[in-house]
Structure formats: structure tokens, C-alpha cells
DNA sequence: TTGAAAGCGCTAACAA
DNA sequence: TTGTTAGCGCTTTCAA
């Protein structure tokens, strides 16, 4: 008899059902069609395992198959819209194809990208997905060491399949907007677009940087370098540069480019101590959506990255068995202020 | 030799290094120590290990010792601030002892939330929490019939562990902050407060609605039934309610408790249309937190969960093996409108 | 102080 | 059409 408590095993379902252990396996996992198992007998298999509750141990299918049915994602931080936006498409594509879904997150610290990886790799996933890395080289190093199927998102790989939403044009819409809604300001110091936030480091930020330089040098004739402010994604840095950069051109500057989420986050927590009429001279714009972003006390253009459609894509990668480094685009959305795209917060809450 | 291309195991480094499998594999998991290996040949497999770059299959572990080291989550929905802040703190708190968190996604639906647990006990985790579901007790059963260690967070269960946030209280003090600030007005129908949103056939929504009842009740001498809008979680619905109040009653209400972030997203769509004026004769609240909720053009006090507490909580429950139905419960915070509380969005982006 | 060997639950040759 | 058996990589007695 079995012992109580545990689960059953096919070892179980075959004395009870009569059957051997080998014809156990293949009614219950499919594979009886090839093996030319009898139709009634798998039924009969079944009908036993249901009535005992068995379920398959995948730590034990996964062993012997050198195949685990898990499917990692390594992300810099989960408390994020567009991260977090991406881990629930993940897990959300993931279950469907029935595999399962891990996701790690990084804090963006290289080391920890590695270690993280690693760790996936003793859970023996079949392939994962990296979002964001901010050392896309080394991961995609150890992937190929260890043949590891994997796809970077986000940020890209050089080694790598990689599907990145379209940061260059993503920018020019959003900095061609801002400038051209910009009001005339006299002060010359404040009549210029400035762009806040973003590590130039990293490949979206580069991208986002220079085709807001390139736009303004189009339009403006020429972008100086205190124009661009990167100074990375944390909340607090960006709301001193904020209130830096208003002391040092008294008052907001006519046009106002806020790269991320995170770094508006920060923004605001100085921009609300201003008084309304701050806000006249001056447009402001953020690559990046959020639904409550969208109605501020003040107008805020936004970019929307398509979350779904860079994992769909991601997933399409792999199944095609990609391997050589192909780099794909998806276009990402002007959204005008005061706008509620349809769908962005989940329809079940 | 070892086949190229996959990963070393404990037999390639005890051939290496002149051990047995036995040897290494006590060397590899520190009980070498108790099984009374040398130092000395402990460091040398250690080394030989490093230098062919092994790490342990954990699949082939979890097999011998019946412990897999995955950990999992239930969760109705990812995108969604509190669920994904809930996330953040599992996979972090997870990772750092050493277990690998393993999430799903619900969608609210009951079958669902049974499936995905039955997903996850074929992975073998060692125990899981359960967020936000919509039928406790269902889960709670097929986790004491299989043995597995569980916790309940947010939806309480009757019968297992459980820790969630103090919704009396929470929706207390911001029903009575609510009716407090509320300006006099002279349209009967628009002098008394209202709650939108929620599902009150689920516990945290129930127990909001009751605390709102009992804080109008108290204050106001009376509550009516139509003052309470238990319209769900989706945001389409909030908004067409929100359209059919204000319509009833002429107007925005003087009090009105919104509740949870996605019955704000949808009720906002309709807010924003109204003239700013319309908001002077009005008190809004939104039980749950978001940073830029709370810069709004009209002034909005919320209520901000502390999901790291629910999630440290919970670990700790299943650390002193907690099997017993306990409740815990953690207080909330009122937030005064157009402050930013510290770290609430990731610190590093 | 170390090694040999059995076995976790499953799959896939190979036999029958 | 079905059964027997070896083995995936690890841990754990038991023996040496």
C-alpha cells in the first residue's frame, strides 16, 4: 500500500490498475498513441489515476529528460510598471504553453545578474528570457557556454536574439512633440527642451538620449550638453536634479523631457511644490505610461511601450529556435495628456 | 570525458579529483563537515569544482530528498500596484533563503486558482501563499490533503494560516477622514458620502464596506443602502457606475470612498471630464496607494498597505510552522492627499 | 576518513 | 500490445 500522505506514483496507478509501470507513464502522458497502447486500457489507466489524484512528478520527468518545463526571467525590479508589465505577460505566456514560470530580479547589479542566472541554471530551466540586464554581454556569454536558449528584451544583446521596444523613435516622437507645443519663453535659459533622467550607459537610454539630441539639434539648430541630465533611475537622484535644475534657470524649463517612470516619480516630488502657474510656461513629457501619470495637475505627454507584444515576440524568438543575434523593434505610442489607454491595469484588478 | 556542451556533475568532479561521488556531493553541500571528510579534500573538490564550473542540479536533489526549494505564489493579477509590490517582496524575500519563487497568475477565478495549485504541486514546491483568492477554503482543503505547508494573504482562510491587512481599520479611518473634510451642501442627495468599487462577496471588500456602513452610521446617524456602489474590480465597471452616480445624484458627491486602485483607474476616466470646479464641493478618498494617484488634480487621500509587512509576515508563519488557523493582521496608513510616501516605487528603477 | 550502492519517479530502449 | 530494465544526478545509509 501507498504510504499516506504522499502522492501517488506511476508505481502506484500501475498495481492498482494492473498495468506495468512503462504503460503507466505513456497513457498518462500522451505518448500511448506511438506506443500502441490499447485505447481502453489507457482509459483504464486514467480512470485509476484520476481516482487516486495523481499528478506527475515533474522533478522526476525533468530529470530524466533533461528537459524541466521551467522558463526563467531575470528583470531588474518587479515594483514597476513596465517591468511588472512584463512579468505578468510572462507568466501569463508562459502557463499557456505549460511551462513554468521563474523570474528573478536584479536591482540592475551585474553581479547579481550573474548569480541569478546561475541560480535559474541549477533549476535546470529550458531557456529564459532577459529583461533589462545592464551586462547583456556577460549573460549572453554564459548562455551560449552552457546552451542555454534565452532571449534578451528590453535591453539587447550584440551575442543575442533580442527584442527592444523602438527607443530611438519612441524619443523623436515625444521630444519633436515637446518642442513643437513649447511655449516662447524669454529667458533664454529656460526657453530650451531639457531631458531628465536615464543611465547613458545603458542602450535604451543612449537611444532615447541622442534622438532627443538629434530632434532638438534639427529643430533648434543646435542641443548644448546641460540639456541632458542623466542621472539614472532612482526617484531621489532625479528630484534633486529637478530642483537643481530649476534654481539654475529659475523656474521650470519651457520644454521638459523625463526619461522613465521611476525618474518622473522623483521629478514630481519637487515639481508639486510649485504653484500652478509654474506649469503655463512649460511642456512636460515622459517616456513611459502610467495611467494615473496621465492626469496630473499639469499635462504630460507619455510614451507607452507595448509589453505584450515585445513578450509575444520573445516568445516567438524561441520558438523558431532562434540563436543568431537578431534584433527586433516594436513601435512604441505617443500618448497626448489626459489620456486612458484601455486595458493597461488589469481588466480583473 | 565529459559530453561537451552539459553541465559537469558530481561523478566528472569526483573523477577529476580523485574522489568518490559520495565524497564530492558531501564536499559540494556542506555536510562534509558532519560526515567527516578532511579539510583538505573538502577544499580540493571545492576547487576542482570551481575550476570546471559546477553547480548543482537541483532537480536531481529535489528528487532524492522529496524537497524541491521552490517556493510558490498565488495571485489573482500581476499589474496591479499591491499585487505586484506583494510579488516583489515574495521573490526577493524567496531568493534570499535560497528558495526559488515560482508565481501564478489567477485572474480571479476560482477554477483557476485550483488549477495553478495543482500546476505547482507537480513542480514539487515545498509551500506556497496564496494572495488574494477568491475561494480560501477550496485551496485550503487541497493543501491540507497533500501536506503542503500554506499560508493565506490578503483573503484569509478559516482554516490555515493567515495574515492580511486591517481593512476595519483601514477603511475606518478614511471613511471618517472622509466625512470630516466633506463640505456642506445643500442637494440632499449630494450631502452624504458614497463608497464605489469592491466585490462584497470577498472578505477585504466586505470588511471595508462594513467599516464604511458603521463609520457613516456612527457619524452621520444613518447609512443608506444606495450610498454603498459594490460594482467589482474592473475598471469598465467602475466607470459606467461612477457615470450612473453622478447622474442620479446631480453631480459629484460631497464624500466619496473609492475602493481599490482599479475602481479609481476606471472612475477616473469619468472624473477627468468634469470641470476642475466640480471638485471644490467635494472630498474623495481611494483605499489603496499609488504615488501618482496621489498628485491628481484634485486632492485624494489614500491608504497605503504595507505589502512588504503582509510578505515578511507570512514567511515568518511558515518559518514557526504555523498549521493552525491564526489571522494576523497589519496595519494600514492614511495618506494625506499629494504626498509621496518614501521607496514606494522600486528605490533602483 | 572515505567508498559502494540503492533509490527518489519518471522515460525510453529493448524484449517479449 | 505490453513489460523489463537502465539510468537521469543526487543523497544517504551501510560498510570498509
Redo the contacts with the bound molecule.
Sequence with gaps: MRRTG?KP???DIARLS??????V?AA??G?WKD????EE?AQRIRDVAAAEGYS??MQ??G????RSGLVGMILPAHDNRFFSSLSQHFTTEAWRRGLCPVIVSTRREPQEEVRSLESLLSYAIDSVFIAGATDPEALSRICHQVGLAHVFIDLPSMQSPSVVSDNAAGAAMLARKIIETMPAVDDPRRAKPYLLGGDPRLYASSRRIAAFREAVTEMRGHCDDDQVIACGYVPARAAEEMERLIDRIGGLPAGLFINSIPAFEGALSHLVLLPPAAFAQSVIGCYDYDPFGAFLQFPVYMVWQDSHALVQRAFALLDQGAKTPVLEMIPPVLVPPRTILPGTLSEQG
Tied chains: 1, 2.
Design positions: 504522499s506514483t506511476i508505481y494492473g498495468a506495468s509501470p512503462s504503460t507513464s498518462l502522458n505518448s506506443r500502441r497502447i490499447r486500457t506527475i512528478n522526476a520527468r530529470l530524466r529528460k533533461a
